[in-house]
């Protein structure tokens, strides 16, 4: 989009067709050029009122009829170069566009869709009097980006979001990607002389030819990764390539079709089974829904991920090769589109793994908050575990939060290893990923060299917080800890809606630091987390945690972590291990498996700090005990 795409060449007839068009109209020609002549008398255009916003999208309108009609009366040769009209043109305050919080009232829309609703919006259309030459005003800037963030959210099958500016008497298409924006100027869609020369129409003819030429393009050539053209809801096929011609073996690559019938492979989407989250217009983003397939009940995501980072059904690979517990299961996955602007789309169809970690709690039908806080020690118990058992197999999660931690039949399911990396010495085979996933090994290497701001803020470790360039298990773990504590603390019957201290995010360098002066207090941190009191079984959980995270050497260095970036936080292996020896027996009341010779009661601060993980003698005793 750096520069106007190429029009298609118009026969000489066409050209004098369109040229007749425009002028045959005398009398609304006079009414443009008046307009004009009176925008010429102005010094300031933009003291310009409503009525002359009204004045440019009428000539805008009248533009797209004449054209249209001028196509209509080519032969049937010379109107093959354009393709059937996909769009309509949704003008007028009056039958406002539904669906949206922003008032989008002018738009080019789908045709074929039914009603006037922002899921049949292609390109919203922004008007301002004033001719914009260079930087385009702020208030205009964020309508422009409000309109593109609206359909972000409500269209989920995107790459980008183009919004046709018209000003003064130009038009400019600005296209919103995922974290970048381009403008690309068509010209003038008037004259600006009462007797325009030949220069004059050319410039004219330019613009509407341009116009026209983005006016033709179907959605999944411009816009889309599908032809959303009749709909946008209903039943989708996710269709794998066919790799090799003579062999029976797929592709990753996705081709997405909506259909009228149902398949086998059919996946019926509607606007009201999505799951709700946050539509940034930056970075990682995903569309969740509840969908059915052959009568089954399944969750699908749609995610975009910049193509540095590693494809999450890549990770979900490796999690599975690794036998990881305590992870979704994956019926089916692919790539939509490798690269649209920096950004991947993928496409995982999984089982449903349940309802939140606060949910949970509360359906345990009892509200004494040291019970309610009891049960919550055998989660904390697995989300840690399976932590461990990722980081083992040198895979970190790097997103632990509230809305990835589900609890399905009792047992936990870690979601969303879109963020997820691998580490140095990982026993991930990274070939069999480059070639499968089509992703270079190399570029997400450069990733740990960057500030890490992968993470939900209310979550994130202290040393995330504020702007650490290295990550380790220790930080997946401490968010675990202030997942469970926020949970437990939701279960209250008396919170009031109160956030507690430790639970407030002004800002992420603010939460760092309240955190690091609250967790010094071994006997004040839990009820700066809104927990006054709990079970004796839950207390000894956090303790042994807190210690774990933010005791070394018997020094508390919580502060240092909340003013010191580069400070470099151990792992303490053989700490972790024996800690969660001394969970197995006292949460699950299972034999501890300990590899360190000592007395599983003997949980203190050890002295080996590994920087990298290794195979646990731990994790493979379990595997031998199950």
Not at 145 to 162: E, N
Not at 184 to 192: H, N
Not at 529 to 539: H, T, V
Request: proline share 4%.
């Amino acid at each position: 989009m750096d520069g106007v795409a190429v029009q298609p060449t118009l026969a000489d007839n066409t050209r004098t067709t369109i040229e007749a068009e425009l002028t045959r109209d005398t009398t609304a020609d006079d009414r443009v050029h008046a307009h004009l002549k009176c925008f010429n008398s102005f010094e300031a255009l933009e003291c310009i009122d409503l009525e002359g916003e009204a004045a440019l999208i009428n000539n805008f309108k009248g533009i797209l009829y004449m054209a249209r009609h001028a196509i209509a009366g080519l032969s049937s040769d010379e109107r093959k170069m354009w393709p059937d009209n996909l769009y309509d043109y949704l003008f007028g305050s009056d039958d406002q566009i539904s669906g949206q919080e922003h008032n989008i009232i002018h738009a080019v829309g789908y045709m074929k869709h039914i009603t006037r609703h922002i899921s049949s919006v292609h390109i919203p259309i922004v008007v301002q009097p004033a001719t914009i030459d260079d930087e385009i005003p702020d208030s205009v800037f964020g309508e422009m980006a409000d309109y593109a963030h609206a359909i972000w959210t409500c269209q989920s099958t995107r790459l980008f979001v183009p919004v046709l500016l018209i000003h003064g008497v130009q038009l400019s298409l600005v296209v919103f990607t995922r974290d970048k924006w381009r403008r690309v100027d068509f010209g003038s869609l008037a004259y600006t002389d009462n007797q325009p020369n030949a220069n004059a129409f050319n410039i004219l003819f330019h613009a509407i030819c341009t116009l026209l030429y983005f006016l033709s393009l179907p959605p999944q050539k411009f816009g889309h990764f599908c032809d959303v053209s009749r709909r946008i809801w209903g039943k989708y096929e996710f269709v794998h390539r066919r790799e090799l011609a003579n062999l029976d073996q797929n592709s990753v690559l996705v081709d997405v079709n909506i259909n009228d019938n149902s398949t086998d492979s059919s996946i019926n989407i509607y606007s009201s089974n999505r799951i709700k989250r946050t539509v940034n217009m930056r970075g990682r983003f995903a569309h969740v829904f509840r969908v059915e397939k052959n009568g089954r009940d399944f969750i699908l995501k749609l995610a975009w991920a910049p193509v540095d980072q590693l494809p999450e059904s890549a990770v979900y690979d490796a999690l599975k090769a690794a036998n990881i517990p305590n992870i979704p299961l994956i019926f089916d996955s692919g790539i939509i589109i490798e690269n649209s602007f920096g950004y991947r789309v993928e496409y995982l169809l999984i089982e449903d793994c349940g309802i939140s970690l606060t949910k949970y709690l509360l359906t345990q039908s009892h509200w004494d908050m040291k019970w309610m806080s009891d049960n919550a020690a055998k989660p904390m118990s697995q989300i840690v575990e399976c932590i461990y058992n990722a980081w083992n197999a040198g895979i970190l999660h790097r997103d632990i939060s509230a809305s990835n931690i589900l609890v399905k039949g009792g047992h936990i399911r870690i979601i969303d290893w879109g963020s997820a990396t691998l580490l140095e010495k990982s026993s991930v085979d990274i070939d069999a990923i480059e070639t499968k996933w089509l992703f270079k090994k190399e570029t997400d290497k450069y990733n740990k060299y960057k500030p890490d701001a992968a993470g939900t803020s209310l979550y994130k470790s202290i040393p995330v917080l504020i702007g650490a360039t290295q990550r380790s298990i220790v930080d997946d773990i401490e968010s675990a800890l202030y997942v469970v504590l926020e949970s437990v603390f939701k279960t209250r019957p008396d919170n009031l809606n109160v956030e507690p201290i430790a639970l407030r995010l002004e800002s992420e360098q603010s939460l760092a630091f309240v955190r690091g002066c609250c967790l010094s207090d071994v006997d004040y941190y839990r009820q700066a987390f809104g927990i006054p009191y709990c079970s004796e079984r839950f207390a000894w959980l956090l303790d042994t945690f807190r210690e774990y995270l933010f005791v070394r050497n018997g020094e508390y260095i919580g502060s240092k972590l909340a003013m010191q970036p580069f400070f470099e936080r151990t792992v303490e292996i053989q700490q972790l291990e024996r800690i969660l020896d001394l969970i197995d027996e006292r949460v699950f009341g299972k034999s501890p498996v300990s590899n360190t010779g000592k007395k599983p009661s003997q949980v203190g601060r050890s002295s080996t700090s590994v920087k990298a993980p290794r195979r646990s003698k731990r994790l493979q005793s379990k595997k031998r005990r199950r």
